[in-house]
Each structure stands twice: as structure tokens, then as C-alpha cells.
């Protein structure tokens, strides 16, 4: 198994950065295919970005360009450098694994280990 810690969330200004770090622990990172979801107040849970352990990569279409996934395997460490930050971005972040899974459909129900979630809030 794998547990995940989610760091780097806050408040910004429309138009500003953040980038947001997951600490993996307990099993062999670079197996594990890695994302990012999030869930706005009223809404379903969402893909973001996921990488795969080839460092493929797939964004939603709301991010692509603002947004870059990134691993670290030496580190044990999933990246979400997010670019020109828009209120709609507002939402609790979760980075997520999966083993074996098909992790370019941006779906949450392949994903099988869930950090707590960090906060982002994006102001106009």
C-alpha cells in the first residue's frame, strides 16, 4: 500500500501560481501511476492531470497549457505546478495512485490510494 500527503495549497489572486506536492510513503513510488483530482463545493470529484510510471502524461482539457504534473521517483514526490490561476481553479486537491490501472481516463473510480486534500482558493 501507499500513503500520500498533499502540501502547497492556499489562497492566491486570479491570474497567480501555486505549486502543490504529494509525499508517497510505504511502497514502491515508481510503480504507481499518480494524479491529481479535485472537488469544488456542490460538485463531483474531477480529474485534473495524472502521470504515468513512463511520465506519460494527460491533463483535463479546463487546465491544459496552466497547468504541468510532474514526479519526482528519487524523491518519492508528485508535483501540480498550476499557472495563471482562475477562480473556477477553487477547490480541495487530492493527489491519488493506482497500480496496474488505466490512468489516462482522468478517472477517480482506477485510483485506489487518496491523500487528505489541500486546499486551493483563487480570488478575483
Known amino acids: 500500500q501507499v500513503q500520500l500527503v498533499e502540501s502547497g495549497g492556499g489562497s492566491v489572486q486570479s491570474g497567480g501560481s501555486l505549486r502543490l506536492s504529494c509525499a508517497a510513503s510505504?511502497?514502491?513510488?515508481?510503480?504507481?501511476?499518480m494524479g491529481w483530482f479535485r472537488q469544488a463545493p456542490g460538485k463531483e470529484r474531477e480529474g485534473v492531470a495524472t502521470?504515468?510510471?513512463?511520465?506519460?502524461?494527460k491533463y483535463a482539457n479546463s487546465v491544459k497549457g496552466r497547468f504541468t504534473i510532474s514526479r519526482d521517483n528519487a524523491k518519492n514526490t508528485l508535483y501540480l505546478q498550476m499557472n495563471s490561476l482562475k477562480p473556477e481553479d477553487t477547490a480541495l486537491y487530492y493527489c491519488?495512485?493506482?497500480?496496474?490501472?488505466?490512468?489516462?481516463?482522468?478517472?477517480?473510480?482506477?485510483?485506489?490510494?487518496w491523500g487528505q486534500g489541500t486546499q486551493v482558493t483563487v480570488s478575483s
Open positions: 502521470i504515468g510510471t513512463n511520465l506519460s502524461t
Open positions: 510505504g511502497a514502491t513510488y515508481s510503480s504507481y501511476s
Open positions: 491519488a495512485a493506482c497500480n496496474r490501472c488505466q490512468w489516462w481516463l482522468l478517472d477517480e473510480t482506477d485510483f485506489g490510494y
